[in-house]
């Protein structure tokens, strides 16, 4: 019996060495989100973010871009009602990496990003009352970019992604804050 707790731990140990990450290693990933209020994309009213990029890690430092595509609405508070809202664009973040309750990591990141906003459709006119729209409806546009992410490493190399999301728009005439919670895969190689 003391053979096979033995060799358990030292599975284990040797489990645990061959998937952690290595301090100069790439990634690759890819996720899926959600986002505050409502979005057309998908026909269903539901606001969402689909992100594409890499990541490098420096030790216990990262750094990681992007590209990605948002679709929610921005509230028009005089007329009332939601006007669809999506960017797409290019994110650049640093960040920190906290691995000592492997296999699960926590990232802590910030940032920005740039992106280029499709308002109303590209239709200066709402949809509801053919009221003209004051605010430029397509443009470029930026971002700060703060995020909290868990990784939870699934099989060597491969992790499942949870992140929440915060974005501010200093300059931005539509929006100030915005919020993503997504989910996604990381492949370290």
Not at 37 to 56: E, H, K, V
Not at 119 to 138: A, G, H, M, P, Q
Not at 144 to 160: R, T, Y
Request: charged letters at 15%; one cysteine or more.
């Amino acid at each position: 019996m003391k053979r096979y707790f033995i060799l358990l731990i030292f599975c284990i140990f040797v489990s645990e060495i061959q998937a952690q990450r290595q301090s100069d290693s790439w990634a690759l990933q890819g996720s899926f989100g959600i986002m505050g209020r409502s979005g057309s994309f998908l026909n269903n009213d539901m606001a969402t973010q689909y992100t594409f990029g890499g990541t490098r890690m420096l030790g216990s430092y990262f750094v990681e871009a992007n590209v990605f595509m948002q679709d929610f609405g921005v509230k028009h508070y005089q007329l009332q009602n939601h006007i669809p809202f999506r960017v797409y664009g290019i994110n650049a973040l640093g960040g920190w990496s906290y691995e000592g309750w492997f296999p699960v990591m926590f990232n802590f990141k910030a940032g920005g990003l740039a992106g280029y906003q499709f308002v109303n459709k590209e239709s200066d006119r709402d949809s509801e009352f053919n009221t003209k729209l004051s605010n430029e409806i397509k443009g470029f546009t930026y971002s700060v970019v703060g995020s909290i992410e868990g990784e939870l490493n699934l099989v060597h190399g491969l992790n499942f992604t949870l992140a929440y999301n915060q974005y501010y728009y200093p300059t931005n005439k539509w929006i100030r804050w915005q919020f993503a919670a997504n989910a996604g895969l990381k492949y370290y190689f």
